[in-house]
T-cell receptor, first 111, second 111 residues
Framework: GIQVEQSPPDLILQEGANSTLRCNFS?????LQWFHQNPWGQLINLFY???GTKQNGRLSATTVATERYSLLYISSSQTTDSGVYFC?????????????FGSGTRLSIRP | NAGVTQTPKFRVLKTGQSMTLLCAQD?????MYWYRQDPGMGLRLIHY???????AKGEVPDGYNVSRLKKQNFLLGLESAAPSQTSVYFC??????????FGDGTRLSIL
């Protein structure tokens, strides 16, 4: 089956820094989602981005489907950005909109 | 609009006991899913449903059963709980080719 790899696995930054998180996938996909899991365990939808670039405030995401990767950019990090960021892909031949999760990037923002 | 609601939020069971986790969504979504999340890992699909009265196995279905008697509800059952089923369980729903929306999770411990 499709492999979803996220890097780096852990990232520690000072407040105000910028960061780039990467998601590589091994096969064609119908779509890709980025999630933020906050310290309370809630999964928050950030982006639904099968291709192209989207921006939402300090966050933006770019998916290059032909090269099988997606990037999540966080600018001017705040302590509330801490948590685990997951990408999840729906494989090209998947039925029922099933998605496969990567293992996540744990981001810690120091004040 | 509550979105996806999971009950209970926490539960402790003894080995061999049974229980049912309830997921309810008010978005009229056709597709619903149950995932488990183990420490340091992404989510893995247990079972899913493409509509009322239908269910199917996901990646890790052993030891679990599900039912979707009403479109808005998706139940996950553990017939004889085992310590290996200690995990955080998430329910999600989608209309298909749309983002998946997640509940807040159920933290389950099996002693």
């Amino acid at each position: 089956g499709i492999q979803v790899e996220q890097s780096p696995p852990d990232l520690i930054l000072q407040e105000g820094a910028n960061s780039t998180l990467r998601c590589n996938f091994s096969d064609s996909v119908n779509n890709l989602q980025w999630f933020h899991q906050n310290p309370w365990g809630q999964l928050i939808n950030l982006f639904y981005i099968p291709s192209g670039t989207k921006q939402n405030g300090r966050l933006s995401a770019t998916t290059v489907a032909t090269e099988r990767y997606s990037l999540l950019y966080i600018s001017s990090s705040q302590t509330t950005d801490s948590g685990v960021y997951f990408c999840a892909v729906e494989p090209w031949k998947s039925s029922a909109s099933k998605i496969i999760f990567g293992s996540g990037t744990r981001l810690s923002i120091r004040p | 609009n509550a979105g996806v609601t999971q009950t209970p939020k926490f539960r402790v069971l003894k080995t061999g006991q049974s229980m049912t986790l309830l997921c309810a969504q008010d978005m009229n979504h056709e597709y619903m899913y149950w995932y488990r999340q183990d420490p340091g890992m992404g989510l893995r699909l247990i079972h899913y449903s493409v509509g009322e009265g239908t269910t199917a196995k996901g990646e890790v279905p052993d030891g679990y059963n599900v039912s979707r008697l009403k479109k808005q509800n998706f139940l996950l059952g553990l017939e004889s709980a085992a310590p290996s089923q200690t995990s955080v369980y998430f329910c999600a729903s989608t209309a298909g080719y749309q983002p998946q929306h997640f509940g807040d999770g159920t933290r389950l411990s099996i002693l």
